[in-house]
């Protein structure tokens, strides 16, 4: 059975268990969730696929019911847990499904129970969840899921307490918030106490979630300088490192990362661990992780060390181990498989699945080394060696991906490599000898094809991102700074690289660059505006550059940020929004609660002071008194089910506050799209009506030459008469050149043979001048009808502006009658088709435009051919001059 018949058939099961939770339905449920789960359920969520994220939305919605079946959402914990196995699928569940605040509710209504298996599923999956995610106190029934993790991780029970603290140290980490009520609270120093006596548990991942809470609540208080002082630090350094290294799974090594990167932060910690004595081996056993397969162990060293390279005292350490001599030939790799820097250079290609994040944080580190290295007063032999053999791996991603990259995760992914390889290469550059190696092996051709291709995804790929244009995250700004960058590169390489400084300003003059240039003028990063503002001053001098259309796309941009900073509530995510009221119901209720208690105490009271009194009506009070706390005792559980109906209520809201934010993302994309196409079509206006700008000013140019070729022509008559004059005196001296008279009735026969030629020239010259008129004339007629296109197009958008707004209003106004819709779609459709019309009459015009244009360049190929025989005329002319020049001036005969 394929996915999609299982997944309808969960769905469809789910749907039924919600209309009757009968033993059969349960069971049907449970049967179609352990099939999903046989699945394989890799990025399911994260394929944005719609009957994946309705079939997760009603196992949430099921998971939050206090209704359900245990053993069914037990099997519904296991399937999600299952589908949160990438970044973007927990980011999904948290955000869109608010997972994260049903399984906070999930646990408190079962906290009576922590032992319960259901108890322990659930806190596995908030820590999925809540892994590099700041969850904030307000969010619902977080208070509560804080309170049972402190109040079970001081129990005695082994099992929970691993996966408490775990829970935990992702909830304190980073986020000041919850450090902030913790601290708050009246517990904290049992609490304290508690986690220093788990320091010395015989569980190291214990061990290393203590040293993470304690790090996140205590690191700038007295108690966390006593714990991370100067004698207890060195042994919380050895512990970690012999942890990352010797470490007995991936989850461990991932938090004893995290704790180290935390303490890192720390100034005082950072000095202490440059002087740690073990600190060179240390690094040498963590970089030798690099040399295996596994993606995330990789990842997190990564992450590790980027993080020591934020220690400048660290820096230099780490660019003598990475950069140790190695060969040249990335071949000869396996033969050095000690050499960290080969691994290095081998997880930025790697071929591994799930190894994108490792290759990009490759680059990262390599450039914050090559920075260091190269910064130096002197360079050793060993780093240019390493550049000679990282160069190579670097300029594939230069090349450019063929096929062109298909969807937005791999747009994306590979936008993201160019830039943070671009960058490795300009550290490069900032060195004349490692310069020198980056333009030998650099060609314009690949810079070329690689901006290319980031200009088709920029133009191409807008309308796939529900971001705004202005967003960090968007994709039309990753694919703008990975094409930015390139510039960059390419500006700095342009006077060492043969054709770059052509291929860049030719580049800079596309109209297509004005949409990148803008995104990075308009940004919020200092980087890309400096950037961008580099490049501009590099572009404003050419004559072709697209000022006008930078303009409107950064007016565009900034309209766009505007309009949302307008609406900001619209804006903040589903765990932000404040707590439920459903708290403060709680409150009212255990007040009263204690209200009825302190009644009963005041009645038994009054009871024991009026026995001796013996008051006959004594019954009857009681009778009274007993069945007004039966109906208090049954308002108080019509309240208690009136609350966990608000709370089903509340997470059905947030449901549908997520669909919207989901469907206004899609029509916001739809309404990119649109503006996208007549921006476009606006532009290609403007380029036709350049094109025929520059066509006119061409026809003005031809008149001017031929003008000037009928007054060659005059000049030419005046030196025929002039040859005529000579032609007497040369007549006059003929008699003494007898030997030449043969000769002289030659060169006459051949100069009345160029008079009859010239005269058909001057015929042939005047009816092209009257075919040119008429060319003339014909193309001011098409100018015009062009125009009247123009204008007609201009009235036709009015009207579909007109309608459009007729369509918003009738959206506000909420759904008319259905005759009314079909009318206007009628309407419509009639518009289109008259726009198609329009459209095509535009293009009949341009063709005859095109056509005109050929028999223009007719004329003047023919004008040419004129000139080019009164050139012949001119040169015989000249030889009879010459030969009449040279002749003795007493002769005197006449032809």
């Known amino acids: 059975m394929d996915a999609s018949t299982c997944l309808k058939s969960l769905l469809l099961a789910t749907q039924q268990y919600e209309g009757g939770r009968s033993a059969q339905n349960a069971a049907q449920l449970l049967k179609q969730v352990e099939e999903v789960s046989s699945l394989k359920c890799d990025q399911l969520l994260s394929s944005g696929q719609l009957l994946p994220i309705e079939c997760v939305r009603g196992l949430v919605e099921l998971t939050g019911n206090a209704n359900t079946c245990p053993a069914v959402a037990g099997a519904i914990l296991s399937l999600l847990a299952q589908l949160a196995c990438d970044d973007d699928s927990r980011k999904i569940l948290h955000s869109h499904f ?56 001081q129990s005695d029970s082994d099992d929970i307490i691993m996966p408490c603290l775990g829970l935990l140290a992702n909830l304190c980490r980073d986020n000041p918030a919850v450090q902030s009520h913790i601290k708050s609270l009246d517990t904290v120093k049992p609490f304290y106490r508690t986690l220093i006596r788990f320091l010395a548990h015989n569980s190291l991942t ?15 208080e007295k108690v966390g300088e006593k714990l991370f002082d100067a ?20 989850l461990t090594r991932k938090y004893s990362v995290d704790l180290l990167v935390d303490l890192l932060q720390n100034p005082k910690i950072a000095d202490y661990l ?33 993080a020591m390279c934020g220690v400048s005292g660290l820096r230099p350490l780490l660019c003598r181990v990475l950069f140790k001599p190695a060969t040249p030939k990335l071949k000869a790799a396996s033969e050095h498989k000690a050499n960290p820097g080969l691994a290095l250079v081998r997880w930025i ?51 450019g991906l063929d096929p ?29 000898v490692t310069q020198a190696l980056v333009s030998n092996q650099v060609s314009a051709r690949q810079c070329l094809l690689q901006v290319e291709t980031l200009l088709a995804c920029c133009h191409g790929n807008n309308a796939t991102a529900c971001l705004p244009p202005g967003a960090d995250n968007s994709l039309s700004q990753v694919c703008a700074e990975a094409l930015l960058s390139t510039l960059v590169l390419m500006s700095k390489l342009r006077q060492l ?81 404040p707590p439920p009221r459903t708290n403060v119901n709680g409150l009212d209720m255990s007040g009263a609660s204690s209200g009825i208690h302190s009644l009963v105490e005041k009645l038994h009271g009054g009871l024991e002071l009026q ?54 993302a899609q029509a916001e994309a739809e309404a990119r799209k649109l503006a996208s196409l007549l921006k476009e079509a606006e532009r290609r206006r403007e380029v036709l009506q350049g094109e025929l700008g520059v066509q006119l000013e061409e026809a003005r140019r031809s008149k001017a030459d031929a003008e000037e070729l009928l007054h060659h022509n005059a000049r030419l008559q005046l030196d025929s008469e002039e040859h005529q004059t000579l032609k007497g005196a040369y007549n006059s001296l003929l008699h003494r050149f007898d030997e030449s008279e043969s000769l002289l009735k030659e060169l006459q026969s051949a100069h009345a043979n160029l008079s009859k030629h010239n005269d058909a020239l001057k015929k042939n010259h005047q009816t092209l001048q009257l075919q040119h008129d008429k060319s003339v004339s014909l193309l001011k007629e098409k100018e015009d009808e062009i125009k009247s296109l123009h204008s007609d197009m201009r009235s036709k958008d009015e009207d579909i502006a007109a309608l459009r707004g007729d369509l918003r209003v009738a959206a506000d106004k909420g759904r008319e009658s259905e005759q009314q819709r079909r009318e206007l779609e009628d309407m419509l459709d009639a518009l289109r088709k008259e726009l198609s019309k329009t459209e095509q009459a535009r293009k009949d015009a341009s063709i005859k435009a095109s056509s005109l244009e050929l028999q223009k360049s007719q004329v003047e190929t023919k004008l040419k051919q004129c000139e080019d025989e009164l050139n012949k005329h001119s040169a015989m002319i000249a030889m009879i001059h010459s030969l009449s020049s040279g002749k003795k001036n007493d002769v005197n005969l006449s032809l």
Not at 111 to 126: E, F
């Open 274 to 306: 440059t002087r740690y004595r073990h600190l060179s081996a240390c690094v040498d056993q963590i970089l030798g992780l690099l040399q295996s397969k596994d993606a995330d162990s990789a990842a997190k060293v990564l992450e590790l060390l980027l």
């Open 404 to 432: 062109p990259p298909q969807g937005e995760a791999q747009l994306r992914q590979h936008c993201e490599c160019v830039t943070h390889v671009n960058s490795v290469l300009l550290v490069m550059c900032s060195k004349d």
């Open 206 to 220: 214990v061990v290393v979630f203590t040293l993470s809470i304690l790090a996140s609540l205590t690191l700038n």
């Open 349 to 399: 290609s790697s071929p591994v699945a799930g190894a994108e994040a490792c290759s990009l944080k490759a680059l990262q580190l390599l450039k914050e080394l090559l920075e260091e290295a190269l910064g130096a007063a002197i360079m050793p032999d060993s780093t240019e060696s390493f550049v000679e053999m990282l160069l190579p791996v670097l300029l594939d991603f230069v090349k």
């Open 231 to 250: 004698k207890n630090i060195h042994q919380t350094f050895q512990l970690v490192f012999n942890i990352i290294v010797n470490g007995d799974g991936t």
């Open 497 to 577: 690289v043969k054709d770059m400084e052509t291929g860049f300003y030719r580049t800079l003059q596309d109209q297509r660059i004005a949409t990148p240039l803008a995104l990075a003028l308009t940004s919020h990063h200092r980087a890309h505006v400096q950037t961008g503002l580099a490049l501009l001053l590099e572009a404003t001098p050419l004559p072709d550059f697209p000022s006008l259309t930078l303009g409107d796309s950064m007016a565009a941009n900034n309209a766009y940020r505007q309009r949302e900073t307008e609406v900001p509530v619209k804006r903040i995510p589903v765990q932000e929004l």
């Open 611 to 664: 026995e001796p009194a013996k008051d006959m009506h004594l019954s009857d009070i009681i009778d009274v008194y007993e069945q007004k706390l039966s109906a208090l005792a049954s308002e108080e559980s019509r309240l208690q089910d009136l609350l966990e109906a608000k709370a089903v209520a509340l997470s059905q809201a947030d449901r549908l506050i997520s669909q919207y934010h989901f469907q206004r």
């Open 98 to 153: 608010n997972l994260t605040s049903i399984l906070a509710l999930l646990v408190h209504r079962h906290s009576a129970t922590p032992g319960d298996p259901l108890i322990l599923q659930s806190l596995q999956l908030l820590q999925k969840l809540t892994y590099s995610t700041r969850i904030f106190p307000s969010s619902s029934h977080v208070h509560e899921l804080i309170g049972f993790l402190m109040s079970n991780i």
